[in-house]
């Protein structure tokens, strides 16, 4: 058999992004040997004998009984190559360079998926990212193991062919076996079961303050003893958020599925993420060895809930300070850096001091002074003045708690609320790219807010008030979300008033 060449295409996931890889197969006479190059990892590497031996169990000749070497180069050559999706391709180049399959086109294909021993297929990372990429390629073919084509096909403009096998791909390329393309069908997603508002007594304040971090995307804290129910309101406001719109849930589903969560299917729901006190810097934020998204963007438009904020790393709590402020976050490689996606909501739960109790009226704070101080400086200014709304949740009194409860639900409405503020949030914001009052610069702002003659006088006033400028702009952004709610096109001197209340503290 003469020497031979065969080119195939597959993909690499850098982050959440993905490359197409070239994957060239070159057979020349001489002592057997498997070689793949091209900056390939420990699990590509071993590729070689999972190819062999399901090649071997497909009732093909594999390359193991050729004496011939073998190169299989992926290209470019600069990329490092992580993972095994690359087997399915490195197999139908073997097959095409030998000709043991007869030749096909493959410019307009890309394979995906790793090989059992027996040639079945398993699924992979990352199927959504490599089904847009292909599609913005001018590929018009996606083969991939069935159990990733749902979440591919996705992508209408490219045809999403699932596979079992290594033998499925073969008979389909020789046109033995007509295999239907995926069509994409929603999947029940595990509904998060988030608490009604009617089921919260008293706590109207904190309930108005979720609204509105709701309405506009705004950060939130809540700073109050332990049992009286923080935990709980945020868990309430998954309830009350606005419904993913179609490019939300592929933004998510990306994300997760780069970090090997997909469900199969779209994501539909906003996600809620509640990493424990003991979470490393890298599960937050991201990277690794094989880089991955951290919990900051798998709370991507959705809710990052950090319950106990004091007692997160200081290296945790430091590094959300510029994904608060871009709405990315950027993970440092040797060869360059990624940028993961990190548009969430943080809302952050804390005790006032170690104990707990101080300025409770009921209980008495053991703490001293200075251990108060120490506690509450664990949260950095920056950090702090990148946080909308923050407010004190005071302990209810037991008279209160027995009072009889509201049957209806409340959270239907307040989602409605929230739902028109957002509407009109979007029409305003239909020229930029961005959806919410909280990710608008401080020129948008400047050009968006509309104030009356009251609200100018008023902001006059905030000069004594110590304000930054950064924690002026987002005063602003609270007010027009304030404003929104009640569907007002100006913003007053008390939407205003109620934004800086919001900020004013003398202690945590």
């Known amino acids: 058999?003469?020497?031979?060449?065969?080119?195939?295409?597959?993909?690499?996931?850098?982050?959440i992004r993905a490359k197409l890889i070239e994957i060239e197969v070159d057979l020349h006479v001489g002592i057997h040997a498997f070689n793949i190059v091209g900056?390939?990892?420990?699990?590509?590497?071993?590729?070689?004998?999972r190819v062999n031996s399901a090649l071997k169990n497909s009732g093909i000749k594999p390359p193991s009984r050729e004496n011939r070497k073998i190169t299989v180069n992926l290209a470019p050559a600069?990329?490092?190559?992580?993972?095994?999706?690359?087997?399915?391709?490195?197999?139908?180049?073997?097959?095409?360079?030998?000709?043991q399959i007869k030749e096909c086109e493959t410019k307009d294909k890309v394979f995906l998926g790793e090989l059992a021993l027996d040639g079945r297929l398993r699924p992979v990372r990352g199927a959504l990212n490599?089904?847009?990429?292909?599609?913005e390629l001018g590929f018009s073919y996606l083969f991939l193991p069935a159990q990733n084509a749902n979440e591919a096909a996705v992508v209408k403009s490219i045809t999403v062919i699932p596979l079992e096998s290594l033998q499925d791909a073969i008979d389909f390329l020789e046109e033995r076996k007509v295999i239907k393309p995926e069509v994409f069908a929603p999947v029940a997603a595990e509904e998060i079961l988030a608490p009604d508002f009617s089921e919260i007594k008293s706590q109207e304040s904190a309930k108005r303050a979720l609204t509105i971090s709701a309405s506009g995307s705004h950060n939130l804290l809540m700073v109050g003893p332990p049992g009286v129910g923080k935990s709980l309101l945020a868990q309430a406001l998954i309830g009350i958020l606005p419904e993913l719109t179609e490019g939300e849930a592929i933004e998510i589903t990306k994300i997760y599925s780069a970090a090997g969560l997909s469900p199969g299917g779209l994501i539909n729901q906003r996600p809620f993420r509640s990493p424990h006190q003991t979470a490393s810097p890298v599960a937050v934020v991201g990277g690794g060895s094989d880089p991955k998204p951290g919990e900051i963007s798998l709370a991507h438009r959705g809710i990052l809930f950090l319950d106990e904020l004091p007692e997160?790393?200081?290296?945790?709590?430091?590094?959300?300070r510029e994904p608060l402020e871009t709405g990315t976050i950027h993970v440092a490689r040797a060869k360059g850096s990624l940028v993961f996606p990190a548009k969430f909501t943080l809302v952050a739960a804390m005790n006032p001091c170690p104990c707990g109790f101080f300025g409770d009226s009921e209980r008495e704070c053991r703490c001293s002074a200075y251990d108060i101080l120490r506690y509450q400086k664990r949260i950095s200014g920056p950090l702090l003045d990148r946080i909308d709304l923050q407010i004190k949740v005071p302990r209810i009194p037991i008279k209160e708690l027995r009072k009889e409860r509201v049957l209806e639900s409340a959270s239907p409405t307040i989602k409605r609320s929230v739902e028109a503020a957002r509407k009109i949030q979007a029409k305003r914001l239909r020229h930029t790219k961005?959806?919410?009052?909280?990710?608008?610069?401080?020129r948008q702002i400047e050009t968006m807010m509309n104030l009356d003659s009251a609200g100018e006088k008023f902001l006059e006033t905030l000069d004594r008030s110590r304000l930054s400028p950064r924690g002026y702009y987002r005063l602003l952004k609270v007010a027009r979300t304030i404003a929104d709610l009640e569907n007002k096109e100006k913003v007053l001197a008390e939407h205003l008033a109620e934004a800086f209340s919001y900020r004013l503290r003398e202690e945590i």
């Open 78 to 99: 600069d990329i490092k190559k992580t993972g095994s999706q690359y087997d399915l391709a490195i197999a139908l180049g073997y097959l095409l360079a030998t000709q």
């Open 1 to 15: 058999m003469a020497k031979h060449l065969a080119r195939t295409y597959s993909a690499e996931l850098e982050g």
């Open 39 to 49: 900056l390939a990892d420990k699990a590509l590497n071993e590729a070689r004998e």
């Open 130 to 135: 490599i089904a847009q990429l292909a599609s």
């Open 434 to 442: 961005i959806r919410t009052n909280a990710e608008m610069s401080s």
């Open 312 to 320: 997160f790393q200081r290296s945790v709590l430091e590094s959300l």
